[in-house]
């Protein structure tokens, strides 16, 4: 299957396309709900028309297998679609407030009505889901009516093609575009000025990217990873951890921005964990992960290299995996018993096959250590009794938590983090809201003028 080589956008052209996208916005080309709809059923079709090519693409940049293509990019995309097209009249629809005075109400009249931006959007994005992270904040501001300029990541090269194809093939070119190319387009973009700023990544580039925003007051979204906890109490049933836990760190290869980077478990029940991650690896990799179809590889060697580096920095003692291969860019899932939260397993978000685990005594020392080593994280999973999972979730702060599990999401429910892991939410409706202004809108009709005439002085008493 012939991918084209990635071509970078010349950087000359980038203002061009910014203002022919903010150009057909204020033409009013987005505003028909009508309008809307036709292109993201075009969108549908093309990502159902290119699922070979998507797979091709994920499976050369990633080695990501197709099941995995299916179920976390194509499909994915295709329910987003599918989901937005059915509640869409229902979300852009005027909305007379609650809990107004009905006196108030009676001489004036108010409505929410929903507003597109007043430029284009700009989201900039992760190269571990490409396709859903990128279409899907695309159709969220295709369906609040903004025009968009899409940067994809230059990582995943293979995929960023496809992911212009896609875009060129079947959305209106003078309202949605695509800017190919690295660290300098991305910086020629962000000088441009946006209503805002959609940027899915990591923690140092979010700030950069909210740097350049402030310039303008561009309001950010931000979506990042964290240094995500998992606590495992004593009451955990050990099988369903390690089936679980190791379940996402094997999910494209671990780079999952909600897996665990690493596992706060209570020493009673750490060997039993630890002996459960040895039989779930063998169940799932029968004949080892290496020669697997079905498992994934490491996007580039900067990534490969800062992976090995954690581990061989680590004091820790590997109890799963450690076979690593530069040149295929393979790193066995792989876990690690550390003694110390200060430990380099421990020191940045893994976003790989990689897991510490820190043996503690109690619930409580867990979660005193996931505050020392990051407070305000994407994620945090608990395994353990239900008084035990609610003080997780009572003592800790996190974009969203996961009970008995790992990196599960719902695709129709809000996904966002919080301080370090970044603010702003979509997803579902969310997708809709984060794209468009409510503005309230007063009436007072002019028969209501003996009614409101006692704001004009002169006042009595005065």
Same mark, same amino acid.
């Given at each position: ?77 295709? $329910? ?6 059915? $509640? ?273 005594? $109690? ?100």
């Amino acid at each position: 299957m012939d991918i084209p080589i990635l071509q970078a956008t010349p950087v000359e052209e980038i203002s061009r396309l910014v203002t022919k996208a903010r150009t057909s916005f204020f033409e009013h080309k987005t505003r028909s709900v009508e309008f809307r709809l036709h292109q993201l059923r075009k969108l549908y079709w093309a990502v159902k028309d290119n699922e070979a090519r998507i797979g091709e693409a994920l499976s050369r940049d990633l080695g990501k297998p197709f099941y995995e293509s299916v179920t976390g990019e194509i499909g994915w995309l295709l $329910n987003d679609i599918i989901f937005v097209n059915r $509640n869409l009249k229902k979300w852009v629809k005027d909305e007379t407030p609650k809990d107004v005075d009905l006196a108030w109400n009676s001489t004036h009249y108010l409505l929410l009505r929903i507003d597109a931006k007043l430029s284009p959007e700009l989201p900039h994005r992760a190269y571990n889901y490409p396709f859903q992270l990128t279409l899907g904040p695309v159709i969220g501001a295709i369906a609040a009516g903004n025009t968009v300029v899409v940067k994809p990541s230059d990582n995943s090269p293979n995929c960023a093609v496809v992911i212009q194809e896609i875009i060129t093939s079947a959305l209106d070119p003078s309202c949605y575009t695509v800017i190919q190319g690295g660290a300098e387009e991305g910086q020629a973009l962000l000088a441009e000025r946006w209503d805002k700023i959609f940027f899915t990544g990591s923690s140092n580039v979010g700030r950069l990217v909210a740097k350049a925003a402030a310039v303008h007051l561009t309001p950010v979204v931000l979506e990042l990873g964290g240094i995500n906890p998992s606590i495992v109490t004593k009451n955990a049933n050990p099988k369903l951890v390690a089936r679980r836990m190791l379940w996402a760190k094997i999910m494209a290869a671990g780079q999952t921005c909600t897996s665990q980077t690493y596992m706060l478990v209570e020493k009673s029940i750490l060997p039993a964990v630890v002996l459960e991650f040895q039989t779930a690896y063998k169940c799932f990799y029968p004949q080892g992960a290496k020669g697997s179809p079905d498992y994934s590889r490491i996007v580039n060697l900067q990534t490969f290299r800062r992976l090995k580096a954690m581990i061989d920095n680590s004091n820790g003692k590997i109890v799963l995996g450690g076979a690593m291969d530069e040149k295929e860019l393979f790193i066995e899932p792989t876990v690690v018993q550390v003694d110390s939260p200060d430990d380099s397993m421990l020191a940045q978000e893994s976003f790989g096959p990689i897991l510490a685990i820190l043996p503690v005594e $109690n619930v409580d020392e867990a979660i005193q250590i996931a505050h020392k080593v990051q407070d305000t994280t994407l994620t945090v999973h608990t395994f353990g009794s239900k008084e035990e999972n609610e003080k997780v979730l009572a003592n800790t702060r996190s974009g969203l938590a996961t009970i008995n599990d790992a990196t599960l999401h719902i695709q129709t429910v809000r996904f966002g983090g919080i301080g370090e892991s970044g603010h702003g939410a979509y997803r579902g409706k969310a997708s809709f809201d984060v794209f468009v202004h409510q503005r309230p809108i007063f009436n007072t009709p002019s028969w209501a003028e003996a009614l409101v005439s006692m704001r004009y002085p002169p006042y009595v008493g005065a």
